[in-house]
Every structure is written in C-alpha cells, then in structure tokens.
C-alpha cells in the first residue's frame, strides 16, 4: 500500500490510541505472567505450556476475522448479490481514503453490525438482515461509517487480542494441569506439585479474566464513542447515526431473549449490545456506553457542525 493510502481520513483520536496501548501493555504483561505463574508452577509441562500459549494467541490473532466471522454465522456477499450494501461501503471507503474491507452478511434478524480483522487490509465489516431490513439508507451508512472507523483506528484488533486472554487463561490451564499431572518424575514430587496446582492455578486465573474483563470494558465503553464521533464527522450527519442508534437499541429490546443470548457473548464487537432494556440499564459493566451517553455525544457534534 502506498504511503498516501496508510492514513484514513477519520479524525484522530489520541485518547483511543493513549487507551489501546495502555491495554496492550497492561494484557501482556498480564499475559506474561500467567505463563510464567504456569511454568513455574508445572516444571516438567513447561514445553507445552509455551508452545500451547504462543500458538493459541498467533492463531487468534491471524485468523480473527474467520473465527467471528463463523462463530456469528456471516458469509461474504457479492456487490451483485447486495448491491445497496457494497454501494454504501465504496462510498464510505472513498470518502475516508481507506481500503475497502470484505463486506459478509448474517442471516439473523437482530438488527445490528460489527468489524473484525487484525488491520485494515484483512477486516471484515458485517451487517445482519434484520438491520437491512430496519434502516433507511443514510442510517445505513451512519452504522457502517462507525464499524469503518473500528478498523481504521485498528482497535478491533486490540479488542480480539484483549477478549481472548480471559478464554486462553481457562484453556491454558485445562491443559498445563494435565500436563503436570501426567509428566514424569518422582511420583510423590508430582503429588504434590499437582495438589499446588490444582489450588493455585485456578485462582490465577479468575485474577487473569477479572483483570482482562475490567480491561477490555473500559476500552470498549471509549472506542465506541471513539466510532460514533469518527463516524458523525464523516458523514457530517450525527443525526441519522443517532436516529439508526435509536431505532436499532429499541428492536434489539424486541427480540427474544434466548436470541439474544446466544449473541450476548459477541456484544464487544456489535454496534449496540445484545440486551433487553432492563439488562442494559442494570449493566454496570456493559461493553457499550448507554445509549443516552451516546445520544448526547451525537446532539453535541450536530450543534458543532451547524456552527
């Protein structure tokens, strides 16, 4: 890519770039840690322990875009197979000066959006038949304009990184305990380095996924404000973001519960979380701000860009 093409053109934001490296540092070191509590704790398991943990993290992060894609049930769609959609996307991509990403759809009717893709050359940006159905087009594109800027700012990236520490933590520890357990040695040495581990071991990780889980709402509470600033100000219309936020939190509120929890595990990467209204405003650690925040945020940039 060219240099002129390594910057989009949505604004800046220093106080996601502050907060994503802020993240990083703190989940690697975190990340660190936790192997080596691991190692030190499994001596004779630490070979696996290594290899498990490098490999589980490069294959997260490398095929990020293919695993949510499949775990959310999105296909890739053809500018013929949905041309209104690949026509908002060229247009949104063109103004922001940024590669177009693949364009995928979900067959749910959970009117919702999100971005996926380690950076901008491999993202995806997805939409579900239920928020095509709902939105009129400059809505439309007021929700696609904020999942761009998720990838032009690069913190979906971030957030698929920060999000699988909690799950690694659990799988690393399945699979050091049964490693130790089962390695070689002096019998009652691993007795007892296996009653060790069986106590601590679990306990580290509950810290590992508090920790993480703290993290990754306070970035993921900001980055989406971060997207709907990003995202009013390209399109100079915060109205109808505000008007696509309104509509979508109201009919995501409408749709069943069980539906609903099946996607609850996704919601840091929707454009508005999967919950009822009454989830929403008893959420005290939602990954989304509330929709009043949001609104309000919108409101203030209108007022702005009048002037």
């Given amino acids: 890519m060219s240099a002129s093409r390594q910057h989009s053109r949505f604004t800046p934001d220093r106080g996601l770039t502050g907060r994503m490296v802020t993240t990083m540092f703190l989940i690697g070191l975190l990340y660190v840690g936790f192997t080596g509590v691991l190692i030190v704790l499994l001596r004779g ?26 775990a959310m049930g999105a296909h890739q769609v053809s500018p013929e197979e949905f041309p209104q959609l690949h026509g908002a996307v060229d247009r949104l991509c063109a103004l922001a000066d940024m590669p177009k990403p693949r364009v995928a759809v979900a067959h749910n009717d959970m009117p919702n959006a999100f971005a996926t893709g380690r ?134 509120a409408a749709i069943p519960t069980e539906d609903l929890r099946k996607a609850q595990p996704y919601n840091a990467f929707y454009f508005a979380p999967a919950l009822s209204a009454k989830e929403t405003a ?21 007022s702005q860009l009048g002037q």
């Fill in 119 to 252: 950076n901008p050359e491999n993202a995806v940006i997805c939409v579900t038949t239920g928020l095509l159905r709902r939105l009129e087009p400059e809505e439309l594109e007021g929700v696609l304009a904020h999942e761009l800027s998720h990838v032009a700012h690069r913190d979906v990236a971030v957030m698929t990184v920060a999000g699988f520490l909690g799950v690694l933590a659990g799988a690393m520890t399945r699979i050091a305990l049964y490693g130790g357990m089962m390695g070689g040695g002096n019998r009652n040495s691993n007795d007892s380095n296996a009653a060790i581990a069986v106590i601590i071991i679990p306990l580290v990780s509950m810290v590992v996924y508090a920790i993480s889980f703290l993290l990754t709402r306070l970035l993921s509470r900001y980055r989406e404000l971060a997207a709907d600033r990003a995202a009013a100000q390209l399109t100079g219309r915060p109205s109808a973001l505000a008007s696509a936020l309104t509509k979508v939190t109201g009919q995501i």
């Fill in 45 to 70: 398991a630490w070979p696996l322990v290594v290899l498990i943990s490098g490999g589980l993290f490069v294959a997260q992060f490398w095929f990020s875009d293919k695993i949510t894609e499949r």
């Fill in 282 to 302: 008893a959420q005290l650690f939602s990954t989304h701000p509330s929709l009043e925040q949001r609104l309000a945020q919108l409101s203030k940039i209108s």
